[in-house]
């Protein structure tokens, strides 16, 4: 499939199925170029979704599955904007610490205003939102789904 800006588009093979997201550059340069450069490397092929709320968000990014891992890269400084977190809003995973977000993300089931201006969005879900919504959803999550492959489409 022909995407309108394939340097900035990430396709997710999940064991769900296919997910595409939108890099947003625009909001979050640096975020986009990290997570580009970590699924140019093949860092999120088998990562699972570790933490999958109901009614709010699944994440991934860990290479452990649990929450606490992350890349071997330096933790990326914020990029908060304007933009609302909304069904299929792509954001970085971090701590208390505003500056701590590293190759963990999230993607929104649902609007969540109370993340706006805290969390650092650096896409949104283009394709595949009814197979986000199918996730195995827990806390943490027994047998998660996994990414497959996450490519920038400009690759394949």
Same mark, same amino acid.
């Given at each position: 499939m022909a995407y309108e800006n394939p340097e900035d588009t990430l396709v997710l093979e999940t064991t769900k199925g296919k997910v595409v997201i939108k890099l947003r550059p625009d909001l979050a340069p640096n975020h986009v170029a990290r997570v580009k450069e970590l699924a140019r490397e093949g860092f999120y092929d088998g990562v699972v979704f570790h933490r999958v709320? =109901?009614?709010?968000?699944? /994440?991934?990014? =860990? &290479? $452990?599955? $649990?929450?606490?891992?992350?890349s071997d890269k330096p933790d990326l400084k914020a990029e908060f904007s304007d933009e609302s977190h909304k069904r299929g809003t792509v954001s970085a995973a971090r701590t208390a610490n505003p500056n701590s977000a590293n190759s963990q993300f999230f993607i929104c089931f649902t609007d969540? &205003?109370?993340?706006?201006? /805290?969390?650092?969005?650096?896409?949104?879900?283009?394709?595949?939102? =009814?197979?986000?919504d199918t996730i195995k959803r827990g806390e943490p999550v027994r047998d998660p789904d996994a990414i497959t492959t996450m490519r920038v489409a400009a690759d394949l």
């Open positions: 709320i =109901d009614g709010f968000m699944a /994440q991934t990014g =860990d &290479p $452990t599955g $649990t929450g606490s891992g992350g969540a &205003p109370w993340l706006n201006k /805290q969390y650092s969005v650096w896409g949104e879900v283009i394709e595949g939102m =009814d197979v986000v």
